[in-house]
């Protein structure tokens, strides 16, 4: 069974920096489109990264040069590394995998606050 | 980046009745990769549709997906009350996916 489960989130001040994880199961995310998806309270979504071990990542224009994507083989993880937080980061953040997205996590709430 | 417009905003139909979702984009969508996701409150997406036309594993028939090119459409031929929520479309066809803004399917 796929399953997708993401956790880092919590509280953080403008201008620090957070690492948000998936861990994957069911699956093995190398062989797999893994990406990040957010949706800042009461919008809609918004695709933030993606990657795939055959290309380069590819981010939004809103996040980059501040977020880094990655993935961990051994632990069949993937990140998300996100720097220089702003309010506008302030948002659920969902792991997709798939091209599109086929499966999906609950999500884990960043809320970028002083 | 392909920005994509969904129209209505708000759809109110009542259970029963047919439901036409619209989806534009700024430029051509790339293979037709063009997907449509449903969403309730507090859960995370789930798709439905994807490569404009082709419904995702156990995805009622009542959903169909069409159209090519800069227009799609989402239809829901007989609304059930679980249908009830929001929609979005997605681009994913460059190397920068986006979504549009999304459509409310409300109870009228």
């Known amino acids: 069974e796929v399953q997708l489960v993401e956790s880092g989130g919590g509280l953080i001040q403008p201008g620090g920096s957070l690492r948000l994880s998936c861990a994957a199961s069911g699956f093995t995310v190398i062989s797999n489109y893994m990406s990040w998806v957010r949706q800042a309270p009461g919008k809609g979504l918004e695709w933030v990264s993606v990657?795939?071990?055959?290309?380069?990542?590819h981010y939004a224009d809103s996040v980059k040069g501040r977020f880094i994507i990655s993935t961990d083989n051994s632990k069949n993880t993937l990140y998300l590394q996100m720097n220089s937080l702003r309010g506008e980061d302030t948002a659920v953040y969902y792991c997709?995998?798939?091209?599109?997205?086929?499966?999906w996590g609950q999500g884990t709430l960043v809320t970028v606050s002083s | 980046e392909i920005v994509l417009t969904q129209s209505p905003g708000t759809l109110s139909l009542s259970p029963g009745e047919r439901a036409t979702l619209s989806c534009r984009a700024s430029q051509s969508v790339s293979s037709n990769y063009l997907a449509w996701y449903q969403q309730k409150p507090g859960q995370a997406p789930r798709l439905l549709i994807y490569g404009a036309s082709s419904r995702a594993t156990g995805i009622p028939d009542r959903f169909s997906g069409s159209g090519s090119g800069t227009d799609f459409t989402l239809t829901i031929s007989r609304l059930e009350p679980e249908d009830f929520a929001l929609y979005y479309c997605q681009q994913y066809g460059s190397s920068l996916y986006t979504f549009g803004q999304g459509t409310k399917l409300e109870i009228k």
């Open positions: 997709a995998r798939g091209f599109p997205h086929f499966y």
């Open positions: 990657i795939y071990s055959a290309g380069s990542p």
